[in-house]
């Protein structure tokens, strides 16, 4: 039985975050995103990676920073290939920017 320790599914993710950032212009740019429908288009376009890695690195995007940043300043989402899907709402803002606060507090309190 091949049992990986969440380090290292998470280092997984990480990998496969950078290799998908580099094929779909969507993610490198931390666009807001659709993300069911994004999601859904990762295993399909991608099919030689578990669908559970898949969402964890999707996981992993929509939770950065970045991210956060883009999603807080609201917009239209958009799709993997960049078709339009729907705007960022208020309630999806608000939550984005209280999400970067809390982050940001967590790293001043668990910096040295």
Same mark, same amino acid.
Do not use: K
């Given at each position: 039985v091949n049992v990986t320790t969440a380090e290292q599914r998470h280092t997984r993710a990480e990998e496969l975050l950078v290799r998908l950032k580099a094929?779909?212009?969507t993610l490198k740019h931390s666009r807001p995103l659709d993300e069911e429908a994004v999601e859904q288009a %990762?295993?399909?376009v991608?099919?030689?990676e578990h669908a559970w890695l898949i969402r964890l690195a999707l996981h992993l995007h929509?939770?950065?920073d970045s991210y956060l940043q883009s999603l807080s300043h609201g917009g239209p989402r958009c799709g993997l290939?960049?078709?339009p899907a729907g705007e960022?709402? %208020?309630?999806e803002r608000q939550h984005a920017h209280a999400l970067l606060k809390h982050h940001?507090?967590?790293r001043r309190k668990h910096s040295p």
């Open positions: 094929v779909h212009e %990762l295993i399909e991608h099919p030689e929509v939770n950065s290939t960049g078709d960022v709402g %208020l309630d940001r507090a967590h």
